[in-house]
């Protein structure tokens, strides 16, 4: 496959950026997006050139680091999947495709397509935890949970914090985000304690770190590689009104 | 955005069965308008309910417009930079609610002009409101405003009634398509009463 790779260049958080246009030859239609930027890396280190700089981990889609915007798409085209799980097969030979790093003001652009996603480490670090007592493993199952609250805490749970979700949304919110950590969390006998504190505070620290509103457009849900559901988010509203409540 | 759409919903289920009542003909109609002046009388005072009505309603204008406006510039700062290559696949309601707002707005300041303060209606004889509606449908240009203007609103109320479940945690994966079809049977039941007073001067039916 041939195709012409546009790709978004910057230096650095201060450089201004702009978009570069790579031709690419030779990919396989069985290479997943990664390997083939890794060819144009390879083509670029071989010419003396600067290679593109992109998040990646684990590349079997489950650590959450790949962010790519494919054609303004996070992730790309393909449904619930990850930019490391997305193949080359999806694309047609001479294709010219735009790769663009997330854009979000809370997610300032470390390096080409790297971005910086520590807000969401500091709206875990505001309450998505719960207290447990430390010691000896408890006797398993002394803690019963309903069978249909487990399977809805592990639909949560499946986040991988990549920002797909605001990296799609047309107001850059993270309430798709925020929403599933604290449904994860809010729907197991151990969550309840910090239940109400845990949602004012996640909330609160999302919003200071300059996240949008969430305007229930449903996006983050369509391009989230995980699927986490949009009830979370109607779970969270629930919990955010009782918090309120006087 | 959510308690004061849901207002605005309660209101336009009101308005769209006393629009109906043109259908009864010229007396039933204008005595129902008349009515509204001295709803409760002679226990409330004349034009007391609608006045406290209208002040309601112009509050919820005000909260509703003020939060959208807030949401949008919110919106605006997160993201300083758009993308260049496209963007994800979103519901035509959900994309238009902004820049329908705006129709939305026009649309009731015209709609007041016309047929409350009368000054933009073709007829605008005061206590006659039968006469100034039909006056307004006979011109085919007000007629085709008027219907763009409704099904505006209708998207407008698709997606308003969906979020505003959700925003108020109404919503979970269970009651989620019950939700949506909802949201979509009443804007359209809604625009339809609504419709069906224009349809029915350009019929013959009213007139």
Known sequence: MKLTIRVWRQKNEADKGRLAEYPIDGIEPDMSFLEMMDLLNEELIGKGEDPVAFDHDCREGICGMCSMAIDGVPHGPEKATTTCQLYMRHFKDGDTITVEPWRAAAFPVVKDLVVDRSAFDRIIQSGGYVSAPTGSAPEAGSTPIPHEDASKAFDAATCIGCGACVAACPNASAMLFTAAKVTHLGLMPQGQPERYQRVTAMVEQMDAEGFGGCTNTGVCHTVCPKGIPLETIGRMNGDILKALRP | ?207
């Open chain 2, 1 to 207: 955005m959510a308690v004061t759409g849901i207002v605005f919903l309660l209101f336009l289920v009101a308005h769209a069965f006393g629009n109906l009542k043109v259908f009864y003909g010229r007396a039933d109609y204008n005595t129902y308008a008349a009515w509204l002046r001295t709803m409760g009388s002679p226990a409330i005072p004349h034009r007391l309910a609608l006045t406290i009505l209208e002040i309601v309603l112009v509050l919820c204008v005000l909260l509703h417009i003020g939060s959208a406006v807030e949401l949008a510039l919110r919106a605006r700062r997160a993201r300083p930079i758009g993308y260049a290559g496209g963007r994800p696949k979103q519901s035509y309601a959900s994309r238009t609610m902004r820049v329908g707002a705006i129709l939305v707005v026009l649309f009731v300041i015209y709609h007041l002009l016309d047929l409350t303060f009368r000054v933009a209606n073709p007829k605008g004889i005061a206590g006659d409101p039968y006469d100034n509606v039909v006056a307004d449908f006979s011109n085919p240009f007000v007629t085709i405003f008027y219907v763009v203007c409704l099904i505006v609103i209708g998207l407008h109320i698709r997606h308003g009634v969906w979020s505003a479940l959700q925003t108020l945690g109404r919503s979970n994966a269970r009651r989620e398509r019950s939700i949506n079809i909802f949201a979509i049977a009443f804007s359209v039941v809604l625009i339809a009463a609504f419709l069906a007073v224009p349809f029915g001067v350009v019929i013959g039916v009213v007139h």
